[in-house]
Structure formats: structure tokens, C-alpha cells
């Protein structure tokens, strides 16, 4: 429900004294105002332009890598809950890519548990039979060899034969040597070689198709909390206005806005030289530009710890930046608005007041011209904190005194 108060500016004058004009004689005898000096609060309000925001505003932009067409938008101003679908990209093209890859990904992933667990110990075992086979007839071979030795001792078998036999020995060692050395090499390189082209080819495919998979999630933006749709105006076609279906929209490229629209902020600049004005905690009044008759209660939450320069301000003028949170509600505030903030800068429950009309300044000094029977006084006074109406009375009058306005 929406609340609204009116701000107390009545507070800034002497409750039970509102500028109680009484009738004095004086030494002439002519009829001039006064007023009688009393106690009452004192309330000082210092007031700034800033502009009202969402204390929860989230960008929402694309994930879809390059440009994606838009089919499908959440209404602006629809009421969104966590995980709603906010657009909808067009992705029917990547949905038949994703059925190509997926193949793919099934190809690579046959090709490797037929190398691991077909081919690779398939040439492992021909290798260790031949090897079997080779060792097997260099063992014959050399028995042979021997034996032609001692025959050719007796004279039964040539020298020739013998030097042949020799040579068939030497080329069977040669040839059994390979074959450990292919069995080594084949072990060692070729087949972990293989098996990692293999692998390498599967995770190019898995990754191509995750990215694929995660390409047609990204077709689809769903809200991350609940909120308000409020579209950011963007450059398309050569115009500047919101999104449309149809439009294309770029990657990481902010096109929507979800704002909390029951929790705002105000947001202003203070002067460096008012910056004992505000302080964390104190009242606040808020009155939106829109609707100069709302009044709204809220609370200074958070004065900037550096100060800054402004944009369009001089460089030598300092500000610090003032965050102040909204208490009431109104169904009528929109972010970005301007508006009016009146912050408590001081409040007194009781001290003496004096109307400002009742002040008069000389040489950078305050004076009261006091009634003191029939006749006037002129009295140096010292004056404190002051709002349009009151100033504080630090000493040179009482409650009761009877002060001429000027």
C-alpha cells in the first residue's frame, strides 16, 4: 500500500509560538511589531537534486556467441520470477549442427576404444608371435651351424656350407633385432602417438559439441531473481529505441534491465564543503519531480568514503556521493526518476528561537533590538544553527524577551 507524509517543515518553527506578533509602545510613541522570544525545536533541512534507482537492478544481456536473432521478448513491465523466460534467440540452425556433432563426438569415441582396445593389442600380438617365431628359428639355425662345425671337422660337411650357414644365422639375428626394436618403438611412440591423436580428436569433437549444446541453452535468456522488464534503449539500424523481435542483438551487448520496484534507492552528489550536512542515519524526505505533492519517508544509508569531481563541474569542485534508502512505497516511481531529497541536517527538541526578521547583521556581527519597557535596547546576541524561518539562540537573550522585527 502506498504511504505518503507531508515533510514537517512546521518543525523548523517554535511549537506553540508560531511568530507570536505583539504590539509594543515605543520611545515615540509609534506602534511597531515585536515578537517574543521562546523555546521550541529547531529542525535544519538541507536539500539536493538526485535521481531514484533500483537497489537491485540487473543487466541482462546475451551469451550467444556473435549476433542472435530475436523471436520471442517478455513484455516491458511484466512481473518476472526467478527463471521465467525472459527472450528466446533463434537457434534452429544450431539445433542441426548439434546432431552433426553429436555423430562426430560417436565416430571419435569408436575410434578410440577400437584403437585401445582392438587394433593396439592386436599388432602387439603379432609382433610378440613373430618374435616367437623369429627367436624360434635363430635357435634352430645356430644348433645347425654348430653342428656343421664339428661335421666339418670330420670332413663331411664344406667350408662353404658352413659360411652360408653363418650368414643365414647373422641375418636372422638382424632380422630378430628389428623386431624388438619395432616392438620397443611401437610400445614407446607409435601406439601412445596414435592413442593421442585419437583422444585429441574426441575432445575436439566433445568440446564442439558442448559449446554447440551450450549455444542453444543460450538461446534461451531466463530471469536470475525476481523483477521488473524495463528494456535499455540501443543503437539498431541506425535508430536509438529498445529491442523489437526480429532485432539482432550481440554478445555481452546489455539490452534489459530487471529492477526490484519496491526497493529503491536515491542517489546524489553533496558538496565537499556540506559534507557535515549529512550524515548516515539521519531523516529523510524525498519528493519525486514527477509528482511534486508525494512525500516519502527515507533514511541516509551511505555517504561516500572518497570524494570525487563531477562531470560538467568544475575541476576544482568537489562532491561526495550520498545513498539514501526509500521507506515508503509509491506504484508510481520508476527508476531514473529526479528527485528532490530534504535531509534532517539538524534537529533540536528545545532550544530558544528567534524569527530571522527579528535579525539584524553588522559587520559580520547578529544584533536583536530588545523591548525593555518603554524603551529599546540594542543587544549583540549569538546565534547558532538556522532554518528559512528560526535561528538558534546560543546566549544574549532569554525565553520571554520581547524582540522588534527589522
Do not use: C
Not at 639375428?173 to 611401437?186: C, I, P, S, V, Y
Not at 542517489?267 to 549529512?278: Q, R
Not at 524525498?286 to 505533492?293: C, D, E, F, K, V
Not at 568514503?305 to 508510481?332: C, K, N, Y
Amino acid at each position: 500500500m502506498k504511504r505518503q507524509l507531508i515533510i514537517p517543515i512546521l518543525l523548523a518553527v517554535p511549537l506553540g509560538a508560531y511568530l507570536l506578533y505583539e504590539r509594543a509602545g515605543s520611545v515615540n510613541a509609534s506602534q511597531e511589531e515585536t515578537v517574543i522570544v521562546a523555546k521550541g525545536p529547531l529542525a535544519v533541512w538541507s536539500t539536493y537534486q538526485g535521481s531514484l534507482e533500483s537497489r537491485t537492478a540487473m543487466m541482462i544481456a546475451s551469451k550467444f556467441r556473435g549476433s542472435a536473432t530475436v523471436i520471442e521478448l517478455a513484455p516491458e513491465g511484466a512481473e518476472i520470477s526467478n527463471g521465467d523466460v525472459l527472450v528466446r534467440f533463434e537457434s534452429s540452425s544450431l539445433e542441426q549442427e548439434v546432431v552433426g556433432l553429436e555423430r562426430d563426438h560417436a565416430l571419435a569415441e569408436s575410434e578410440l576404444n577400437s584403437l585401445k582396445n582392438a587394433k593396439i593389442p592386436l599388432e602387439l600380438r603379432e609382433l610378440d608371435m613373430d618374435l616367437i617365431e623369429v627367436r624360434s628359428t635363430l635357435n634352430s639355425d645356430r644348433q645347425y651351424l654348430d653342428a656343421s662345425i664339428r661335421l666339418a671337422k670330420e670332413g663331411l660337411v664344406s667350408e662353404q656350407e658352413i659360411e652360408q650357414q653363418k650368414d643365414k644365422v647373422e641375418e636372422i639375428t638382424t632380422q630378430l633385432e628389428t623386431l624388438e626394436l619395432r616392438l620397443q618403438l611401437t610400445g614407446e611412440f607409435l601406439h601412445p602417438s596414435e592413442l593421442k591423436r585419437a583422444q585429441a580428436k574426441l575432445a575436439s569433437a566433445a568440446q564442439a559439441l558442448q559449446l554447440a549444446k551450450q549455444q542453444v541453452l543460450n538461446s534461451v535468456v531466463r530471469a536470475p531473481t525476481d523483477g521488473t522488464v524495463i528494456y535499455k534503449p540501443l543503437h539498431i539500424g541506425g535508430e536509438f529505441r529498445t529491442v523489437r523481435v526480429g532485432d539482432s542483438i550481440f554478445q555481452n551487448q546489455p539490452f534489459m534491465v530487471l529492477t526490484d520496484m519496491n526497493d529503491f534507492l536515491v542517489h546524489l552528489e553533496v558538496p565537499e564543503g556540506e559534507l557535515a550536512l549529512v550524515q548516515e542515519g539521519t531523516d529523510v524526505f524525498i519528493q519525486p519531480l514527477a509528482y511534486p505533492g508525494v512525500r516519502l519517508r527515507g533514511m541516509l544509508e551511505t555517504v561516500g568514503s572518497m570524494v570525487q569531481t563531477m562531470p560538467g563541474q568544475p575541476a576544482w569542485q568537489m562532491f561526495f556521493h550520498v545513498a539514501i534508502g526509500l521507506e515508503d512505497v509509491d506504484s508510481r516511481l520508476r527508476p531514473g526518476m529526479t528527485v528532490t531529497a530534504h535531509i534532517l541536517s539538524y534537529y533540536n527538541p528545545d532550544t530558544t528561537l528567534i524569527p530571522r526578521v527579528a535579525v539584524r547583521w553588522e559587520a559580520g556581527r547578529s544584533f536583536a533590538t530588545v523591548a525593555t519597557g518603554s524603551l529599546r535596547e540594542t543587544r549583540q546576541i549569538e546565534l547558532g544553527m538556522a532554518n528559512e524561518h528560526n535561528y538558534d539562540v546560543i546566549a544574549g537573550l532569554i525565553p520571554g524577551d520581547e524582540v522588534f522585527i527589522e
